[in-house]
């Protein structure tokens, strides 16, 4: 069993819709929790992050950490075309310069 | 600008023949990964660097080495590339420990035949 497990997708949604990303984990020591986008022959770049359980909310993104569930989430509001990559969860623990990520959801926001 | 930069994006090449992907950022941070990526299997930790001279292994170190002599520069080596090492590669910078803020390069597509 992987350690990270990520809703594999593909999710097509229309312009506007609300979008839910899902990941779930194993390893109860991971303690921050990252939101990568990776559009199309492109590295990952760094959507946002959050220390521990709780909400952290940045335009139209929200990501949400549930430790007791072990559940994380982000949110996408008033989705747009420009939206549409595959985003990845990643996970870490203090002070070890490991990460772990999950295996990418592909999203396209339909105009 | 804050960039890492990853040469060369695409090489193909034979097995056993012994190659190097280099990897360099701007911004001087202390911690360096690189990372692998396969259909299905997703981003995979190969090898990380918390400063110069210092190095561990990641989650799938096998058939690969690196170096990191400058802080700056944090090369991948594969002494004999095989064909199960064909994949998209990254390089990764990290301001933390906690690896919370990673600035990727834009891969590299290696071919081995």
């Known amino acids: 069993q992987k350690e990270v497990e990520q809703d594999p997708g593909p999710l097509s949604v229309p312009e506007g819709a609300i979008v839910s990303l899902n990941c779930t984990y194993s390893n109860s020591a991971f303690q921050y929790f990252m939101w990568y986008r990776q559009y199309s022959r492109k590295g990952p770049e760094l959507l946002m992050y959050t220390y521990s359980s709780g909400n952290k909310e940045d335009g139209r993104f929200t990501a949400q950490v549930d430790k007791s569930s072990k559940y994380i989430s982000l949110f996408i509001r008033d989705s747009q075309p420009s939206d549409s990559a595959t985003y990845l969860c990643?996970?870490?623990?203090?002070?070890?310069?490991?990460?772990?990520f999950g295996d990418g959801t592909t999203l396209t926001v339909k105009p | 600008e804050a960039q890492v930069t990853q040469n060369p994006r695409y090489l193909i090449t034979v097995t056993g023949k012994k190659l190097t992907v280099t990897c360099s950022q701007n911004m001087n941070h202390e911690y360096m990964s690189w990372y692998r990526q396969d259909p299905g299997l997703g981003l995979r930790q190969i090898y990380y660097?918390?400063?110069?001279?210092?190095?561990d292994k990641g989650d799938v170190p096998e058939g690969y080495k690196v170096s990191r002599k400058e802080k700056r520069n944090f090369p991948l080596i594969l002494e004999s590339p095989s064909p199960n090492q064909t994949s998209l590669y990254f390089c990764a910078s990290n301001p933390t420990a906690m690896n919370t803020e990673a600035f990727f390069g834009q891969g590299t597509r290696l071919t081995v035949v």
């Open positions: 990643a996970m870490s623990y203090t002070n070890a310069g490991k990460s772990t």
């Open positions: 660097s918390m400063n110069v001279e210092v190095t």
